[in-house]
């Protein structure tokens, strides 16, 4: 190996060409592709002693020093990306077991209505079959009887003798008076026909409304699969100010400890779960800011609460999940959840920008201000100027 061929002078962008020449404008050494794109139009330079001692010098005393810094930052960034991807990860496990749950149960749903939609069938097809055996039975015993009563008397009742028949005094007058009832009943006043016509008016037919093609493509909405990047609405403001008052609200971070007294707390997108507990019952005036994604339960916001103001939260306000003791609900811009219930101690609710037509009030009044461009039914309903109402957010 020759002494020129053991050093490494391809170019550090572009692994398939030498270094040629000095970008004096960027102070980098570059090839043939570089001039051609990013240094497209700089001054350029030889590789001299004099160009070449200037490169070293700033190699020297600046750019070694300001590796190490770089180690960390890279570190630091690895991390991040990788407890991101954790979470995303764990997220992917959750999803993926939810639906296979879901297809578990779907699955074990669909033979048990397969199973009742034919016990429905064979109940119908039954009380049919039961009204034609009931049928065939009738028509069957009225042959049968006619059979017997002309075969007896067809060619011989006119040679019958009553007379001698009667004065035999054994039974065979019975029989024939018996016989002549029967008659009687299979003849009289289409009564047997219209026995016969009534139980086969009873027979029932029986469809199906096939929805299977509709129920086949609603099926496949049962999940929708959404993705947003996972970076945004994770920051929480630096500074909130209560819109009434100039009271500052207390920003809670995941693990923080409201000191008791605290009477005005913001809770952010950052917060990953909110202990119970967590919030002193000093607190009358709560903030769920724009991005907060916890899924509130019961007993999570103490009924301290008095004001609840909720932004473009994530997740509904579920059952139980608004505390007993909020007089006053207001929904922010963004907020686009649902309400499943909102509790009797709620009398006012006020109402920004907010898409939500629909509320499970009881007896509210609600405040519309300007910024809420919806219709409502609701009769008591109130156009409000909004008051400097809402809390001011720094980022
Ligand atoms: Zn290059
Ligand atoms: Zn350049």
Request: net charge positive.
């Amino acid at each position: 190996m020759d002494n020129k061929n053991k050093y490494d002078r391809k170019c550090a962008i572009h692994k398939e060409h030498k270094i040629k020449i000095i970008c004096a404008t960027c102070k980098v050494v570059v090839c043939i592709e570089c001039i051609l794109s990013d240094h497209n139009g700089h001054k350029l330079d030889r590789i001299d002693v004099e160009n070449s001692k200037k490169i070293f010098e700033e190699f020297k005393n600046n750019h070694i020093q300001n590796l190490d810094k770089q180690i960390d930052i890279n570190n630091e960034l690895l991390n991040k990306s990788n407890n991101l991807f954790k979470s995303i990860e764990d997220k992917h496990t959750e999803n993926v077991n939810t639906i296979t749950e879901v297809f578990k149960e779907l699955s074990k749903l669909l033979p048990i209505i397969e199973i009742d939609k034919i016990k429905q069938l064979v109940t119908l097809y039954d009380e049919n079959k039961d009204i034609n055996t009931n049928i065939s039975t009738t028509i069957h015993d009225n042959l049968n009887n006619i059979n017997l009563i002309t075969n007896k008397y067809k060619n011989t009742i006119n040679h019958i003798n009553i007379d001698k028949i009667i004065n035999n005094n054994n039974d065979q007058h019975i029989e024939i008076l018996k016989h002549c009832s029967q008659s009687q009943l299979l003849i009289k006043d289409n009564q047997n026909e219209n026995k016969i016509k009534e139980l086969i008016n009873q027979y029932k037919n029986v469809n199906i409304v096939n929805n299977s093609e509709q129920v086949k493509n609603s099926i496949k909405e049962i999940f929708e699969i959404s993705n947003s990047l996972s970076i945004t609405n994770v920051k929480d403001p630096k500074r909130v100010i209560s819109g009434r008052f100039t009271a500052e609200y207390f920003i809670y971070k995941n693990d923080s400890i409201i000191p008791n007294g605290t009477i005005h707390v913001a809770i952010g997108p950052s917060v990953k779960t909110i202990k119970i507990g967590s919030i002193p019952t000093s607190v009358q005036n709560l903030l769920l800011l724009d991005g907060f994604n916890v899924q509130l339960t019961e007993g999570m916001l103490p009924q301290s609460i008095r004001f609840l103001f909720v932004g473009a939260i994530k997740k509904p306000l579920l059952k139980s999940s608004i505390p007993n003791g909020v007089i006053a609900l207001s929904l922010l811009d963004g907020f686009n959840q649902e309400i499943t219930e909102i509790p009797q101690s709620v009398k006012e609710l006020f109402l920004f920008d907010t898409p939500l037509t629909n509320f499970p009030y009881s007896k509210i009044l609600i405040h519309r201000s300007p910024k809420y461009k919806q219709q409502l039914t609701h009769s008591n309903v109130r156009n409000w100027d909004g008051g400097n109402w809402e809390p001011k957010i720094e980022f």
